[in-house]
């Protein structure tokens, strides 16, 4: 995988729930995210065959390997469908209007014995309409992007390889990311996802920088009341974490102990993040 390198042209703000103006651009270039798309979901359905319908996923608490697929899957339906512009909003009310969109395809749902063949079937239609789409159609979306399309193919990239590790945890030791996708995901956690929200629990400003190592890129957050704001680079910061991109990207995303990287500073306001940066999509109660 490369960095990005060719400036892009990027969006004026819209009205999309979430978005907010970026000058940055995505460390991954589009083919590349879909790329890995196709890769983790072909590893994540090996996992979800060897692990067995019935494993606990430890990562999504409640949960069995076939409520991941199950998951996974209309994920996948719902992007295609917004992506596609086949949709008729961003956020769906309930899983039957996917069968609206997909109706041969939006089956809820198959047997167990057909489960992951039909969840790579939901992969395989995700990554068509992720191709056959333009940066520059007007496609909903929620996280700020250089274009919508590269914000669906990141969050596509990103869910399936976190659920992909999620899947192997179940069945035994999971691989770890390759370094500049860890790193893109740790960019797209702490400047697109956690910017987000106008208000955080804190009764002060503090903050937290994110270094990882093996790529050299660094990450700077102010915490503040009414929200967290991200800067590429250094400064003084109450708690710095390091280490890996792949162990700092399992961290942020909750998945793996603290104790992976290293932590320097006041770790409550780490343990804040952990108990307030979670992870769930608003139409369903899925973990992510």
Same mark, same amino acid.
């Given at each position: 995988?490369?960095?990005?390198?060719?400036?892009?042209?990027?969006?004026?703000?819209?009205?999309?729930?979430?978005?907010?103006?970026?000058?940055?651009?995505? /460390?991954? =270039?589009?083919?590349?995210?879909?790329?890995?798309?196709?890769?983790? *979901?072909?590893?994540?359905a090996? *996992?979800?065959?060897?692990?067995?319908?019935? &494993?606990?996923?430890a #990562?999504?608490? #409640? !949960? $069995?390997?076939?409520?991941?697929?199950?998951?996974?899957?209309?994920?996948? /339906? !719902? *992007?295609?469908?917004?992506?596609?512009?086949?949709?008729?909003?961003?956020?769906?009310?309930?899983?039957?209007?996917?069968?609206?969109?997909?109706?041969?395809?939006?089956? @809820?749902?198959?047997?167990?014995?057909? /489960?992951?063949?039909? +969840?790579?079937?939901?992969?395989?239609? /995700?990554?068509?309409?992720?191709?056959?789409?333009?940066? $520059?159609?007007?496609?909903?979306? @929620?996280?700020?992007?250089?274009?919508?399309?590269?914000?669906?193919?990141?969050?596509?990239?990103?869910?399936?390889?976190?659920?992909? !590790?999620?899947?192997?945890?179940?069945?035994g030791?999971?691989?770890? @990311?390759?370094?500049?996708?860890?790193?893109? #995901?740790?960019? =797209? %956690?702490?400047?697109?996802?956690?910017?987000? &929200?106008?208000? @955080?629990?804190?009764?002060?400003?503090?903050?937290?920088?994110?270094?990882?190592?093996? %790529?050299?890129?660094?990450?700077?957050?102010?915490? %503040?009341?009414?929200?967290?704001?991200?800067?590429r680079?250094?400064?003084?910061?109450?708690? %710095?974490?390091?280490?890996?991109?792949?162990?700092?990207?399992?961290?942020? !995303?909750?998945?793996?102990?603290?104790?992976?990287i290293?932590?320097?500073?006041?770790?409550?306001?780490?343990d804040?993040?952990?108990?307030?940066?979670?992870?769930?999509?608003?139409?369903?109660?899925? +973990?992510?």
């Amino acid at each position: 995988m490369r960095r990005r390198r060719r400036e892009e042209q990027h969006r004026e703000p819209t009205d999309h729930p979430g978005y907010r103006e970026t000058e940055r651009e995505n /460390l991954m =270039e589009i083919a590349e995210h879909i790329t890995t798309v196709q890769r983790e *979901a072909r590893l994540f359905a090996e *996992a979800a065959r060897a692990g067995g319908l019935e &494993a606990d996923i430890a #990562g999504c608490p #409640g !949960w $069995n390997m076939r409520d991941l697929v199950r998951h996974l899957s209309e994920i996948h /339906l !719902w *992007a295609a469908g917004v992506i596609s512009q086949r949709a008729t909003k961003l956020f769906p009310d309930d899983i039957s209007e996917h069968t609206e969109t997909w109706p041969e395809l939006a089956v @809820f749902w198959p047997d167990d014995g057909d /489960l992951v063949d039909w +969840y790579l079937e939901t992969n395989a239609n /995700l990554v068509h309409c992720l191709e056959d789409a333009s940066p $520059n159609d007007e496609i909903p979306y @929620f996280l700020k992007a250089p274009s919508p399309l590269a914000m669906w193919a990141r969050r596509q990239a990103h869910e399936i390889a976190m659920h992909r !590790w999620d899947a192997e945890s179940a069945s035994g030791d999971p691989s770890g @990311f390759d370094p500049i996708l860890a790193a893109d #995901g740790i960019d =797209e %956690t702490v400047d697109a996802y956690a910017t987000r &929200a106008d208000e @955080f629990p804190t009764m002060s400003t503090w903050t937290m920088a994110v270094h990882a190592v093996d %790529t050299g890129d660094r990450w700077r957050l102010t915490v %503040t009341p009414t929200g967290i704001t991200t800067v590429r680079g250094d400064g003084p910061t109450d708690v %710095t974490l390091s280490g890996s991109a792949s162990n700092l990207h399992l961290v942020l !995303w909750n998945r793996t102990k603290d104790s992976t990287i290293t932590v320097d500073g006041d770790r409550e306001l780490l343990d804040s993040w952990h108990t307030n940066v979670k992870r769930r999509w608003p139409f369903t109660t899925h +973990y992510s």
